[in-house]
Every structure is written in structure tokens, then in C-alpha cells.
């Protein structure tokens, strides 16, 4: 059995949905995953509430009071929903005092904070106006079985409320429907928090082309004492540009991933018209889009300046190699000359040696000669001549050969 099958399979039962009944309140807090500080936010509240949860699990629930607060950790994110059954004083309740105290502690990593108002159609009164919606947005779920309102901002005390008419899901699809609505608000802000990067890198972006556009300008005109400089600077360009995309790859993926996740929820609630309202997803999907698309079109920006200038830096490059292989060929040319020259002196060297080498074999044969006389032997200067021309012709002959030969090799 493979060593992580067990893990590999549960993970589809790793983050079970919410199951209530209507009516009833929700809260839902989501904070950003920095230093390791959900850790410190899930074990604070295991240690104050229940001793026995443990908060190593990446989601876990117990009881506050009346209430179930249920945690779950994300990659990026942790997120804790409380969820108080029955009928309250008042259609919006401050938020419960064990998720009051950690929103103020953690304020700085508090990326969405949601409110919905469930009711059932026993406990609803019937009147939209009365929970203070401005200028609401709404829909039918799920073929009619609920309905949804909400106008999307946030109240004095940093909520989003919503309010969800139940008339005919059960606990489970209720639980499963609300958890659909707190996704898409959590995804969507997840999503955003790459829209400050993408607006901050406008400006480096645009130096950026600037800068590409001098140096294609550059490049075009530039001569070949130039190129050294000019290559240099392009590096440089390329260097910065692969920085700012290791910096926000991840976030612009994030923003990817997150964005999909929403609309693949809202396509999940089944949403039609009620009454006069804007649709809830319709209106979340015309805001949210532009969102996203800027912010993939500030990635696909960066992505075609690094693009650009990796291109020109090859174009820069191959001219480089171009000149280069013109030098080496020049090189070559010289060496092949001077090769030449030396073959040349070579051969007259080689001629001179065998002129040398007759003389000083003719002087071997007249010392010879000479000796001979000095011991008294006979022997005429015609017939020393004739016997001394052949001999030699034939020595010189074998050392021309020799040289010639060995010159060949």
C-alpha cells in the first residue's frame, strides 16, 4: 500500500460542509496565513474554548455556548465560521465575543468578514426593508428553494451581510448552499489582493518599455564598439524584469486560481431573477471581472517585456557571433598567408641546404683527392672527376629526395 494512499483518498472528505437548520445566525471570518500566525489564532482559540481539539488539523470544530465555531486552514488563509441556531433579538447580532476577540487582535490579517441572516419562512417577516439593505441585489437558488439578498457592503462594523430565505432545503443543502455564498466572498478578496501589485507595477512597467524601446533604437543604429555597452545594458534590463516576475508570479497565479473558484461557485447556486433585483452573481461577476482580467493583463504585460527583451538580447547575441565568426575568418586568412609564406621560405631554405650540402661534399671529395696524392697513390684529376661527379650526383640525389620526402609527410 502506497505510504500516503489513506491521506490521498480522505482528502475528499477533508473539509465537510456546515450542516443547520433555519433559522439562525452565521459568522464567517477569514485571515491571511502570514509568519505562521492561523497556527497561533486556531491553538489560542482551542486552549480557551476546548482543551481537547487539536489544532495541527487542518480543520476541526467545537462548541461555543449555544454556537459551533469550525475552523479550516487553507494554503493561503484560515477561515472560522460560527454558526448560532434559532431566533435572535435583533436581525443583525454584534458578532459573538469569541470571534470579536480575534478579529481585533489579528485586525491586519483580516481579509473578508462576512454576516448572513438565515431565516426560515416561519420566521421571516417578509419585509426586505426592515434588515437595511441599500439598494439591494438578489436571487433565487437552486431552482427557487432559497433566496438570497445582500448589498455588498460593508456595515460599521466591517461585515458584508447577506440574508438568506430558506423554503425548502434540508440542514444539509442549506449548510452546502450558505458555505457556496462565504466561498465566493472569500475567493473574490483573495483574488483582489493582487490588485494593488498589479496598479504598484504600472509605473515600472512603463519604465520598463521605455527602456526597451531605447535600446531596439540602440540596437538598430548601434556600431560594433558599441554592441559590448549595449549588451551590457540589455542584461541589466533582463535582469530587473525576471526579478519583478519572480516577485509576482505567484500572486498573478493566485489571482488565476482564485478568480475561477468564484465564478465556478456562483455557477453552482443556480442563481434566477427575483423580483426586481440585480442578480447576486450577475452583479459580483460585471465588478469582479474587470478585477481579474486587469490583472492578467498586467501579467501578460510583464510576461511579453521580458519576452521582448530575451529577443533582443539573442538578436544582439547572433550579431555578436556574426562579427565574431567574420574575425575568425579573418584570422584564418592570415594564418593561411602566413602559412604560405612560411611553405615558401621552406622550399628556399630546402634549396639552399642542398646547395650547401654539394659544396661541402665536392670539398670532402677535393680533400680527399688531395690526400690520396700526399700518399703517393696515382691518380689523375680527369679520372677523380669522372669517378666523383656520379657518386656525388647520386648522394645529392638521395638527400634531395629525403628532404622532399619528409616535407610531403
Known amino acids: 500500500m502506497h505510504l500516503h494512499r489513506n491521506a490521498l483518498h480522505n482528502e475528499l472528505h477533508a473539509r465537510p460542509s456546515m450542516y443547520f437548520e433555519a433559522p439562525a445566525q452565521v459568522f464567517h471570518l477569514a485571515f491571511l496565513d502570514e509568519n505562521d500566525s492561523t497556527q497561533a489564532i486556531i491553538r489560542t482559540l482551542c486552549d480557551r474554548h476546548v482543551a481537547l481539539a487539536d489544532p495541527s488539523q487542518p480543520q476541526g ?21 460560527l454558526v448560532s441556531p434559532g431566533v435572535h433579538a435583533s436581525a443583525w447580532p454584534a458578532l459573538p465575543a469569541a470571534l470579536a476577540e480575534v478579529a481585533e487582535a489579528h485586525a491586519s490579517l483580516l481579509i473578508n468578514a462576512d454576516q448572513v441572516c438565515v431565516e426560515s419562512e416561519d420566521s421571516w417577516s417578509g419585509d426586505l426593508d426592515a434588515y437595511g439593505f441599500h439598494d439591494p441585489v438578489g436571487s433565487l437558488l437552486d431552482e427557487g428553494k432559497a433566496t ?49 501589485l498589479a496598479r504598484s507595477l504600472s509605473t515600472e512597467l512603463r519604465h520598463y518599455e521605455t527602456e526597451l524601446v531605447a535600446l531596439s533604437d540602440d540596437n538598430a543604429t548601434a556600431e560594433a564598439h558599441d554592441i559590448r555597452p549595449l549588451l551590457k545594458r540589455i542584461t541589466q534590463l533582463s535582469a530587473r524584469v525576471t526579478q519583478t516576475q519572480s516577485r509576482t508570479r505567484l500572486r498573478f497565479s493566485a489571482t488565476q486560481a482564485y478568480s475561477q473558484l468564484v465564478f465556478d461557485r456562483i455557477a453552482e447556486l443556480h442563481e434566477s431573477r427575483t423580483g426586481d433585483c440585480q442578480q447576486l452573481g450577475t452583479f459580483i461577476e460585471q465588478r469582479f471581472r474587470p478585477t481579474v482580467r486587469y490583472c492578467h493583463s498586467t501579467d501578460q504585460r510583464l510576461t511579453r517585456i521580458g519576452q521582448d527583451v530575451a529577443h533582443l538580447g539573442n538578436l544582439l547575441q547572433a550579431r555578436v557571433q556574426v562579427e565574431m565568426e567574420e574575425q575568425n575568418s579573418q584570422i584564418l586568412q592570415s594564418l593561411s598567408t602566413r602559412a604560405d609564406t612560411q611553405i615558401k621560405i621552406q622550399k628556399a631554405v630546402e634549396g639552399l641546404s642542398i646547395i650547401a650540402i654539394s659544396y661541402y ?48 609527410h
Do not use: C
Open 61 to 81: 470544530e467545537f462548541p461555543v455556548g449555544d454556537a459551533v465555531l469550525k475552523w479550516e486552514q487553507h494554503t493561503e488563509f484560515l477561515t472560522l465560521t
Open 361 to 408: 661534399l665536392f670539398s670532402l671529395f677535393k680533400l680527399l683527392y688531395q690526400g690520396l696524392l700526399t700518399l703517393g697513390l696515382e691518380w689523375s684529376p680527369r679520372m677523380a672527376l669522372i669517378t666523383g661527379i656520379p657518386v656525388g650526383t647520386v648522394i645529392i640525389g638521395a638527400i634531395a629526395y629525403r628532404i622532399r620526402n619528409a616535407r610531403r
Open 148 to 196: 438570497v439578498w445582500s448589498d455588498l457592503r460593508l456595515n460599521g462594523n466591517g461585515l458584508n451581510r447577506m440574508l438568506v430565505l430558506n423554503r425548502q432545503l434540508d440542514g444539509r443543502r442549506l449548510g452546502r448552499m450558505v458555505r457556496r455564498l462565504l466561498e465566493v466572498e472569500t475567493y473574490r478578496l483573495m483574488a483582489s489582493l493582487t490588485l494593488p
